[in-house]
């Protein structure tokens, strides 16, 4: 039912301590496939202070150095002070190596092959797409990742060297009669170093300047008179990141999906090798919604997928157009389930998921870590795609 309301959603910048996590358990999980795509690995971290710890699960025939793998992400994000760094933090591990169980390249697999290949776990996913943005995401989350983009950038590009890598934004929207009607308010944390640390004053006019007006240069609604604009809110944050506040990886859920406009898993995203339907089934539902939107079929779409341990289908597939559909959501979802591929073994090979990491310099599964799992325009994602809009309009 269209109404009105205000809706907020929040970004972080890469040097957020959750994200620092969820980028060092990508990182190995990059580092695994790219040496043996057809790695089991499961890692996931928790940072505070000058300690950082990762738990990793693998079956591998990949040799990976774990600590180095981390420090080599610290230095990238932009951690070297002394409170927190690369070369002086204390990483610690459990490690766990698992004996490799029969697992085949799907690629080389028959139709009938790929049904023998069941969900390794239980999972509810969801996919979501609106008109509201040109990517198909709702818009106060697409504005937060474009602040937050903006404030990593001008922090990066030395245009206000005093920022530090830890910060966070938030973007409300008001809707009338169901649609984006005005920037309510925005929200705007930014981390400096202590020793260049600058006024409030100058802080919210050189971030306005920036990164706020840069930001909603090209977004379908910018803020006006009586748009709240909020910059340190909390006072000055010195230093930020996992001297100030700490970090553990799968704690951003809301900022990986849809900031919160629709369901979402509880699983994390970060940290699994492709095998792990919690995570590439999230992309296979973003996948079926964007196209179901694209389509013209409806105007908003969330796609819900049930996975059971040892069904390679999903047990329960439902598609809820929010009362904006073109068809009835039962039609609709007959049509996503013959022309999308749930298995988990059809998803890999629909994305080409083993091989990615190798076909991006640098990897690519920790590429996703901040600014979102979907939505994306800065990497070919090929959940993005809206190859089969046309097919499903018919």
């Given at each position: 039912m269209k109404r009105d309301f205000m809706f907020t959603s929040e970004s972080v910048t890469e040097g957020h301590p959750d994200k620092l996590c969820d980028q060092i358990a990508d990182a190995v999980v990059d580092r695994h496939l790219r040496q043996d795509p057809l790695s089991q690995v499961i890692a996931e971290c928790a940072v505070s202070n000058g300690i950082l710890f990762i738990a990793s699960r693998f079956a591998s025939e990949a040799t990976v150095d774990i600590p180095e793998v981390a420090r080599q992400v610290i230095r990238q994000v932009g951690y070297d002070r002394e409170d927190f760094n690369a070369a002086s933090c204390t990483v610690m591990t459990s490690?766990?190596?698992?004996?490799?169980?029969?697992?085949r390249d799907e690629r080389e697999l028959s139709e009938a092959e790929l049904d023998r290949i069941p969900a390794r776990n239980m999972a509810n996913v969801f996919g979501y797409a609106c008109n509201q943005t040109p990517t198909l995401m709702p818009l106060p989350v697409w504005l937060a990742h474009k602040l937050a983009r903006r404030l990593a950038s001008a922090r990066l590009q030395r245009q206000l060297a005093y920022l530090a890598p830890d910060g966070k934004t938030q973007v409300g929207v008001e809707y009338r009669d169901g649609r984006p009607h005005r920037i309510h308010s925005l929200t705007v944390v930014a981390s400096q170093w202590g020793d260049s640390a600058v006024t409030p004053e100058r802080l919210r006019e050189e971030l306005y300047e920036l990164v706020i007006e840069p930001a909603f240069r090209d977004a379908p609604l910018s803020p006006d008179r009586a748009t709240a604009i909020f910059v340190n809110p909390d006072g000055p944050l010195i230093g930020g990141g996992p001297a100030t506040h700490s970090g553990l990886t799968g704690r951003k859920n809301a900022i990986d999906t849809y900031g919160e406009y629709c369901r979402q898993s509880e699983s994390a995203l970060s940290g699994k090798d492709p095998s792990r339907i919690d995570r590439v089934g999230a992309y296979a539902a973003r996948y079926a919604a964007k196209n179901v939107v694209a389509a013209g079929l409806a105007e908003a779409c969330e796609v819900q997928l049930t996975y059971s341990i040892g069904q390679a289908r999903p047990v329960s597939i439902q598609v809820d157009t929010q009362g904006t559909g073109a068809l009835s959501d039962e039609v609709?979802?007959?049509?996503?389930?013959?022309?999308?591929?749930?298995?988990?073994?059809?998803?890999?090979?629909e994305f080409n998921l083993r091989e990615l990491p190798s076909l991006y310099r640098g990897g690519f599964y920790h590429r996703l870590c901040?600014?979102?799992?979907?939505?994306?325009?800065?990497?070919?994602?090929?959940?993005?795609?809206t190859d089969k809009a046309e097919d499903l309009g018919e």
């Open positions: 490690l766990t190596e698992l004996p490799r169980s029969g697992v609709i979802a007959r049509r996503v389930q013959a022309l999308f591929d749930f298995r988990p073994a059809g998803i890999i090979r901040a600014y979102g799992h979907v939505g994306r325009t800065d990497i070919g994602l090929p959940w993005e795609r």
